[in-house]
């Protein structure tokens, strides 16, 4: 009852719904440019939420990633360009909709299908993350240790690429987070008597740079030519009526069972969410010779499955304080610049803000409806500027936002070279996921693994002794073997070919 009490107010509080309002404006906006993925769109306002309450932070962060998810649907539809990785799937029938005069329909089947599958996925979040974050409390030095390793483990292995390239990207980030005092002694690392330096790199430097900056780099040196949409073939958003939604009713529930399942999983995230229920939507179709063709489920299925990723995701960040997607890894970053740490002990010390926070999500699905079904036009006029004046303007809004948390030049150039080193990744084809996660949970892992040594002087044996622990580990060697062996099997079929 008192959970309920603390979304209510969320609810009817108008700074809250300021909040969510603003966030799924700039998320669906965010979502529609080609490029800005809902992390980068997370990232660039991450250093504005500073000065906010911790609720109203959240729930903007939140809402950005909502509304980006649908936002990346419009130019999947009207240009073949998935304006995120999870709308990808959508392009299929989508575009082929709107080719055949259908455009409209199209873009109100993603915008009802995704409203449908938050909503869906939002209560899954208040049901599941209770229950395992009750579980967390049984957790001690070594399980948190080992749970820090199977993260990364579970990253690193279903990342895009090569799985020892995710190794060495999570690697890096463990190393950069060792920079500044030491969590135990007090001592300071790898500071080079810089002391800017003294309190580590923050992640919200690197996230910027490797996201933000480094997708700006990319983007200029592909020099791409702009898909723009004529003005004259744009349809205006159609609606579905309760009769067709009903007859697509196969198509959605698939949507909410794929991303219910996927949501959680570290590392599945929207894009496999999307594809998978695309494929199980075709094949239990009773018109599987529609797909590819404009079928109406082949757009539905997957945008109702990433829309449900956006709440089933935060499942296992809320639970464990392990983020599985670049998108909740920034929300974990939110949670720590205002002194909270996601986990078991949040629902003791800070419930008004964790359940304030599924209240705002709540808010933020029904803004998206209410949002998408006027922003088409100015979505459209967003995607058609020129790309340098987009670039240039997404390069200042990262630099007044850096600038604004210290007032310091320091910072600008930490995230230069974060975005130097994000942007070597991309053309390594290394992760960025792995390095960002293993910043964020460097403290965690670090602090755990000495701490258990200081308990047992030294005995490494602690981390098998400890059921928990041992299953964690065992689970984290499993992912490793796997993957491993996938990418044996990988390399003898490319070396066959």
């Given at each position: ?11 009817t509080?108008?700074?809250i ?8 404006l ?5 979502g529609?440019?080609p490029?800005?993925?809902p992390?980068?769109?997370m ?5 504005f ?6 609720l ?11 509304g980006?998810?649908?936002?990346g ?6 240009i ?6 999870a709308a990808?799937a959508?392009?299929?029938d ?12 199209a ?9 449908i599958?938050?909503?869906?996925g ?7 993350t209770k ?6 409390l049984?957790f001690t030095?070594p ?13 690193a292995s ?6 020892v390239?995710?190794l ?7 190393m950069?987070a ?7 002694s007090g ?15 923050h ?11 480094a997708e700006?780099?990319s983007?200029l ?5 702009d898909?723009l ?10 609606l ?5 939604l009903?007859s ?5 529930a ?5 991303g219910?399942?996927?949501g959680p999983v570290p590392?599945a995230g929207?894009t496999?969410?999307s594809f998978l ?8 179709s009773?018109?599987?010779e529609q797909?590819?063709k404009?079928s109406e489920e082949?757009?539905i299925?997957p945008?109702?499955a990433?829309?449900v990723?956006t709440?089933t995701?935060l ?5 464990f304080?392990?983020p599985?997607?670049?998108s ?6 939110g949670?720590l610049?205002?002194?909270l ?10 419930p008004?803000?964790?359940?304030g926070?599924?209240?705002?999500l709540?808010?933020a699905n029904?803004?998206m409806?209410l949002?998408?079904i006027?922003?088409?036009?100015p979505?459209?006029w967003?995607v058609?500027?020129?790309r340098?004046y ?8 990262v630099f ?8 310091s030049?320091?910072d ?6 974060a ?5 070597v ?13 293993g910043?964020v949970?460097?403290y965690m892992i ?9 308990l047992?002087q030294?005995?490494?044996a ?5 059921g ?10 499993v992912?490793?073997?796997l ?10 079929r490319?070396?066959?070919?």
């Amino acid at each position: 009852m008192d959970g309920f009490i603390h979304a209510l107010s969320a609810v009817t509080s108008w700074q809250i719904l300021l909040a969510a309002g603003g966030g799924v404006l700039w998320g669906i906006l965010g979502g529609a440019l080609p490029g800005i993925s809902p992390s980068i769109a997370m990232a660039l306002l991450l250093p504005f939420t500073y000065d906010m309450s911790p609720l109203m932070a959240l729930v903007m962060l939140g809402s950005v990633y909502i509304g980006a998810e649908y936002g990346g649907s419009i130019p999947a539809i009207l240009i073949r360009t998935p304006g995120t990785n999870a709308a990808a799937a959508t392009v299929i029938d989508g575009y082929v909709m709107h080719q055949q005069g259908r455009g409209g329909e199209a873009l109100g089947l993603s915008l009802t299908g995704g409203t449908i599958g938050g909503l869906f996925g939002l209560i899954l979040l208040a049901t599941l993350t209770k229950p395992l974050s009750d579980l967390a409390l049984m957790f001690t030095p070594p399980a948190y240790f080992a749970l820090g390793l199977l993260g990364l483990s579970i990253i690193a292995s279903v990342s895009e690429g090569s799985m020892v390239k995710g190794l060495i990207a999570g690697v890096l980030g463990l190393m950069l987070a060792t920079v500044g005092t030491d969590p135990l002694s007090g001592v300071t690392r790898f500071t080079f008597g810089e002391p800017e330096l003294l309190e580590g790199v923050h992640f919200i430097l690197v996230m910027l740079g490797v996201f933000a900056v480094a997708e700006l780099m990319s983007k200029l040196a592909d020099n791409e030519p702009d898909d723009l949409v004529k003005p004259d073939t744009v349809s205006k958003l159609v609606l579905p009526s309760l009769s067709k939604l009903w007859s697509l009713r196969r198509a959605q529930a698939i949507g909410c069972a794929v991303g219910a399942l996927e949501g959680p999983v570290p590392g599945a995230g929207g894009t496999v969410a999307s594809f998978l229920s695309y494929n199980e939507a075709r094949r239990w179709s009773k018109t599987p010779e529609q797909f590819g063709k404009g079928s109406e489920e082949g757009v539905i299925a997957p945008e109702t499955a990433n829309n449900v990723v956006t709440a089933t995701a935060l499942v296992p960040t809320l639970s464990f304080g392990i983020p599985g997607s670049n998108s909740t890894a920034i929300l974990l970053g939110g949670f720590l610049i205002h002194g909270l740490q996601p986990g078991p002990l949040l629902f003791s010390t800070n419930p008004d803000i964790l359940y304030g926070l599924f209240g705002g999500l709540f808010v933020a699905n029904i803004m998206m409806f209410l949002i998408g079904i006027v922003i088409l036009g100015p979505a459209i006029w967003l995607v058609n500027r020129p790309r340098p004046y987009l670039n240039a303007s997404i390069l200042a809004l990262v630099f007044s936002g850096i600038y604004s948390i210290n007032n310091s030049i320091f910072d600008l150039w930490v995230v230069l070279a974060a975005g130097a080193i994000g942007y070597v990744l991309r053309v390594l084809k290394f992760p960025a996921l792995p390095l960002i996660l293993g910043l964020v949970l460097g403290y965690m892992i670090e602090s755990n693994y000495r701490r258990s040594l200081l308990l047992t002087q030294g005995d490494h044996a602690v981390f098998f002794q400890n059921g928990v622990s041992a299953f964690l580990m065992g689970c984290a060697i499993v992912v490793l073997v796997l993957g491993a062996y996938t990418e044996f099997r990988r390399f003898r079929r490319e070396a066959t070919a």
